[in-house]
């Protein structure tokens, strides 16, 4: 265990319905990170929160919407998604400003989109 | 824009032999460099983080080394085990500017150790 936990493991959905994603990290790391992993392609950064604050946005459609209440928690809220976006979807957090910043993986959830 | 290879894309050793992965980054300019493991469908586990002003980093049978003037990584794994059979991936975080937080991947070797 990382100290990074996502939930649901896997989802699968239609195209026209609306799911999130959630993750949460018990190592009280400051910055967390949504990645996508898809077959045959490196690990691709979508979103990135440090303190909260959304610092990067890799040019990510819309119908996938970022939340970061608290340091603690990060969810991906999903809808109208495309077969294409099947893919495993990667938490990771991190403690910016210290030395390291070596950033923490959770498990993924495996995403299938009918 | 950062680019990391890795090579061999996949390797497949006897039990007990020494081994290297390689990886490359076309950008000098890094902040850190990690080396993951990911087994089947599984989250990354991080192995070793090598900050830019170090030359390598060791973890019981696994040595990383950082030339960062030449772009290049090793990830060295003595008296492997079919239990490190699993896919290792490289990532670089660049120094500063925009995409400052952002790990680059490369695209994993895979690694089979045969009993």
């Known amino acids: 265990e990382t100290g990074v936990t996502q939930t649901p493991r896997h989802l699968v959905m239609g195209m026209t319905n609306k799911k999130s994603l959630k993750c949460e990290q018990h190592l009280g790391h400051n910055a967390m990170y949504w990645y996508k992993q898809s077959a045959k392609k490196p690990l691709e950064l979508m979103f990135v929160?440090?303190?909260?604050?959304?610092?990067e946005n890799n040019s990510v459609p819309s119908r996938f919407s970022p939340e970061c209440p608290n340091s603690s928690h990060l969810f991906l809220h999903l809808h109208t998604l495309q077969p294409e976006d099947s893919a495993l979807y990667l938490c990771?957090?991190?403690?910016?400003?210290?030395?390291?910043?070596?950033?923490?993986f959770g498990p993924g959830t495996r995403l299938t989109v009918l | 824009k950062q680019e990391v290879t890795q090579i061999p894309a996949a390797l497949s050793v006897p039990e007990g032999e020494n081994l290297v992965l390689n990886c490359s980054f076309t950008d000098s300019a890094i902040y850190n460099l990690q080396w993951f493991r990911q087994d089947p469908g599984k989250g990354l586990t991080s192995l070793l983080l090598?900050?830019?002003?170090?030359r390598e980093q060791t973890s019981g049978r696994l040595n990383a080394s950082l030339d960062k003037s030449s772009g290049r990584s090793t990830l060295y794994i003595a008296a492997s085990q079919p239990g490190d059979s699993a896919t290792y991936l490289c990532?670089?975080?660049?120094?500063?500017?925009?995409?400052?937080?952002?790990?680059?991947f490369g695209k994993g070797t895979k690694l089979s150790v045969i009993p």
């Open positions: 990532a670089v975080r660049l120094r500063s500017g925009a995409g400052s937080y952002q790990l680059t």
């Open positions: 929160y440090n303190f909260k604050e959304q610092t």
């Open positions: 090598i900050q830019s002003s170090q």
């Open positions: 990771a957090s991190s403690q910016e400003g210290g030395r390291g910043n070596e950033q923490f």
